[in-house]
């Protein structure tokens, strides 16, 4: 990853103030913007629940390009009704009026308590002083980073480069997400955030087209809670600054594997920063009958809350594994199953193997822990990266709201 | 429930004894016998992994007449492959042989860990034992009971009587359950465990087809983790014994009502003593598009471990509810919907609900919580049992293999 950071790519600006949505006094409204017109897409939650910010993106995306995003902290302004609407739309007048563009130019994102009208007041004055702050540098990165956290630990952000001609090509992304991680994005569809620049020329349908399967293998793939948001929402903005076109599918495939790491490292991040969460869990379901019941498969597992504890005590349990598996619609055939934790074949064929258990438990007792379940009957395959679940976790969720 | 168990309806006995199965050396192997043949329904899990019993299970329930069930806890018997196979033949065949019948009159369960092969000795000492501890009395009904518990802290019974005719019918049940809770049992298909007595004269197919949909309307309508087990079982004994024949339609209703609460209470009685639970949550969905909907949006709710949570710190925070139903493949529309939390409405068509928040935190303090969704758009309704997510179910999980 070395130094790189979500402005890396050529041709963005951000910035960020502390505007008082957040009870912390932290930062919590912030700007990403691209210098000139950027081609766009985005993915948003696929939840009948959707908040005002996600309606208002959706049709503010349709054309695939964008001027910039507006982002506050503290508060989703989800459930808010038709004055959760009118307030999602201003913050895109307000935005487009600092960025000299039009309101359908900027996409409005939102995170936080579900069901409190936005406090607009502070919004406005949070709007124009991130705009003043905008600028290119590490720091504004950092800042813009920090604004849209909101019960995460620690900034997620990833970054990596790929060559494409003679041209260097930079991808770069950030996101924010601890609970309420369940992610289910469709196309023009997390309280997933994540904000991706590059600055790759490249077409909106071609971006789109790449975005997704991208998506799919990444931020479709974690799951904390298994809580599908009310306001989930990836976007990623191509400035074409670096003047490399992606063009030629040999192109689009460097590309698309660039952008696929990108996003399953900050999806990755999300699992690790995971309310109370001690570890990441990798579930990794190979020679599944396709490509369905392999993703399926993994899911049940990942959101098993015996699986889960069972992680959190370092407990080789593998029957609760196996179980997950054959409860879905899946097809699952335990005669022809294995599963290996840590490297360690537990069960074969429908049946246990003899393993050292101690020695099982020590190797589970680290900060990544990869379960193998192989089924067997296809050749498709699926990883889903979730946590283990803690006491902490209740403690956060316990105690939220009130 | 007055002074009503298991052995209350007539024609039923059963014993219980310590074979050592359980580690912590309390009854572990029991029996639980009509004196005539019995007609008997059965349902099982569906998880495509199954425990052996399970297998044998299905088999000896085809013809609809039982004179008995063997049941041991401590060792489920579950991912044991042939030699599982053998082993819950066996017991039907020990048990067989006491009982002076066929061994496919007889239904195998077992309830405890998985992938560990049953120590056959003990079994076969313990089913001996517990023919020679047969008897109609309370005690041995207790017994009975206490035999068949794992995690669970209480016993769980339910029972009522039906007049038919001149006739009084009595239907009784027990059931066991606290963890990997949710079940979803199919036709001749939990580690729940349900056995219902009834001296009721009524035809195999007929009860049947009065099981289904008081298992329906109960045991697949509590969640605790929503993990399916691999050996969920509940089965019904008729003995006729009561002289009272179901062959009227009215009739036939009246025993389906009381066969359904008898079912339901057992079931709530699982979600109360859900592991680490505090208090049941009764998910009521009303008014939803159609039964299928209705249901899996109560489900979705009952599920939500930031739900559960909530719960558990007595948070009125109904954005986790409202977005839980809004993240299933049903149809939900907000602008149609209102919910309640015991029975203060907080959200309704789309927007929140001013409500005092002290007052309706103070109101989820208690054993019982019911949230209500109307949904708005249909007829259909759905109830699910769950209970709150607490700390203590994580250390309960977090430890209980190693």
Redesign the interface.
């Given at each position: 990853m070395s130094d790189l950071h979500l402005l890396s790519p050529k041709g963005f600006r951000a910035g960020a103030v502390k505007a008082g949505i957040k009870a912390s006094g932290n930062l919590d409204v912030a700007i990403l913007t691209c210098d000139a017109s950027a081609t766009a897409a985005a993915m948003f939650t696929?939840?009948?629940?959707?908040a005002a910010p996600v309606k208002i993106g959706r049709g503010h995306i349709a054309k695939g390009s964008l001027r910039g995003i507006v982002v506050n902290a503290g508060n989703?302004n989800?459930?808010?009704?038709k004055q959760g609407e009118k307030d999602a739309m201003a913050m895109c007048r307000i935005a487009a009026a600092q960025l000299k563009c039009a309101p359908r130019e900027i996409l409005p994102s939102s995170t936080g308590?579900?069901?409190?009208v936005l406090p607009m007041d502070k919004i406005e004055m949070g709007i124009k002083g991130a705009a003043q702050d905008l600028g290119d540098t590490v720091e504004h990165a950092t800042r813009f980073n920090d604004a849209i956290m909101t019960t995460d630990t620690r900034r997620k952000l990833a970054a990596e480069t790929v060559k494409v001609g003679k041209h260097t090509v930079t991808i770069a992304g950030v996101c924010k997400g601890a609970?309420?991680i369940?992610p289910?994005l469709g196309p023009p569809q997390a309280t997933m955030l994540a904000y991706l620049t590059t600055d790759a020329q490249i077409s909106a349908p071609s971006l789109r087209k790449l975005f997704q399967p991208a998506v799919t293998r990444s931020f479709n793939a974690v799951t904390i809670?298994?809580?599908?948001?009310?306001n989930d929402t990836a976007v990623i903005l191509a400035s074409g600054a670096s003047n490399a076109k992606i063009n030629t599918t040999v192109d689009a495939k460097k590309f698309l594997d660039a952008l696929t790491h990108v996003c399953q490292f900050l999806a990755y991040q999300i699992a690790a920063d995971g309310e109370g969460a001690t570890k990441v869990v990798r579930i990794e379901v190979v020679n599944a009958k396709n490509d369905k019941d392999a993703a399926t498969i993994a899911r049940a597992i990942a959101?098993?809350?015996?699986v889960k504890?069972?992680m959190?005590?370092?407990?080789?349990?593998?029957?609760?594994i196996?179980?997950?598996?054959?409860?879905t619609g899946a097809a699952?055939?335990?005669e022809k199953s294995t599963l290996a934790l840590q490297g360690t074949t537990v069960?074969r064929k429908?049946?246990?193997v003899a393993f050292d258990?101690m020695e099982v438990?020590k190797s589970l007792a680290t900060n990544e822990v990869v379960a193998r379940l192989d089924c067997g009957i296809g050749k498709s395959s699926a990883t889903v990266w979730t946590c283990d679940?803690?006491?902490d976790?209740?403690?956060?969720?316990?105690?939220?709201?009130?």
């Open positions: 696929t939840n009948k629940v959707f989703a989800a459930c808010t009704g308590i579900i069901g409190h609970g309420m369940g289910k809670d298994d809580h599908q948001s009310t959101n098993s809350p015996l504890c069972a959190n005590g370092n407990d080789p349990n593998w029957g609760r196996v179980s997950a598996a054959g409860m699952f055939v335990p069960y429908g049946r246990p258990a438990s679940l803690s006491k976790y209740v403690t956060i969720n316990a105690d939220y709201h009130t």
